[in-house]
């Protein structure tokens, strides 16, 4: 039986036998470096999105007392860095220094290359400078125009975030990572509905990534979707079934739709995963009350 491989570029999990990451369409086994240069080359202007567990609370509106989820939802994709143009290459004119006579698309990526140092070493602000020059100077160009979409998300600027990121669909509608992170963008505004429609479109073009289905199955849930969100929660679960916390997800989901027999049934497969976890005691606790109702 064939085990996972980690993708040096998103940290997903991906089959061995596998050539290129199925999130990000990195070659598996690539230097970190060469695989930023595939990522740019291949315009996806994404990292990834990786589950960072413990942090954001569960959307759950009755959960039950004294039991904390400890679920994070998956972050939005970082800008992507921008290979550098060698002197003399096609669009950049040797030896002279007036930037209008430069290709816009090549000022548009150095622009880019600036933003995203400035994003990593923490300039949010300058990043957001670099990025704007970028998509002022490549008005079209769909990186830039969902890379300064992700700065200003994490300035805090959420909502200025969704143009761009409708510009990037636009001018791209088949980037997995632009769909997911306008919809990540709608979760963080609690706008449910655009999210969950966001989240759909991501899903339908990247059908096998278990973050999109996780997130998907939150946003349903906070919009009031609850059979919907369990079904999402087990498809989450078929595509990383060792992932902890989606059971425990899942189990919530249960537990509030009244169906405690199937709640029961869940805790007890997260305890499979997390026999000794800092919940434990309180999840089996919590399996035998709902043993009574059923």
């Known amino acids: 039986m064939l085990g996972p491989v980690t ?18 369409g990195a070659p598996l086994g690539a230097p970190v470096a060469e695989t930023n240069r595939t990522l740019s080359t291949r315009a996806i202007a994404m990292v990834a999105a990786v589950i960072a567990l413990g942090g954001i609370v569960m959307l759950v509106s009755s959960r039950p007392a004294g039991l904390a989820p400890g679920v994070a939802e998956a972050a939005a994709t970082p800008p992507v860095d921008i ?12 030896g002279v220094s007036n930037q209008n006579v430069i290709d816009p698309a090549v000022r548009s990526m150095d622009a880019s290359r600036s933003g ?14 670099q990025f704007t020059a970028a998509v002022e100077a490549d008005p079209g160009n769909a990186d830039a125009l969902n890379n300064l979409g992700q700065a200003l998300v994490r300035a805090g600027r959420t909502r200025e975030a969704i143009p761009y990121f409708d510009r990037a669909i636009a001018a791209a509608d088949g980037v997995w990572a632009y769909h997911f992170n306008r919809a ?20 339908r073009l990247f059908p096998q990534d278990y973050v999109t289905a996780f997130n998907l199955a939150r946003a349903l849930q906070a919009n009031g979707d609850l059979p919907g969100a369990i079904g999402q929660f087990e498809r989450a679960i078929a595509l990383a079934p060792g992932q902890s916390d989606f059971h425990l997800s899942h189990a919530f989901a249960l537990e509030t739709s009244g ?16 026999e000794s976890g800092p919940q434990a005691e309180k999840i089996k606790a919590r399996i035998a009350q709902l043993e009574t109702q059923s």
């Open 116 to 129: 995203f140092a400035a994003y990593h070493r923490g300039d949010v602000a300058g990043s957001i400078g």
């Open 83 to 94: 290979p550098a143009v060698a002197p003399g290459s096609p669009g950049r004119a040797l």
């Open 259 to 274: 169906r405690p027999r199937d709640a029961a049934a869940a805790y007890r497969r997260y305890l499979e995963l997390e």
């Open 184 to 203: 990540r963008a709608y979760s963080e505004l609690k706008e449910w509905a655009p999210a969950v429609a966001g989240y759909r479109s991501a899903a």
């Open 7 to 24: 993708c040096g570029a998103c940290g997903a999990k991906v089959r061995e036998d596998r050539a290129r990451c199925l999130r990000c």
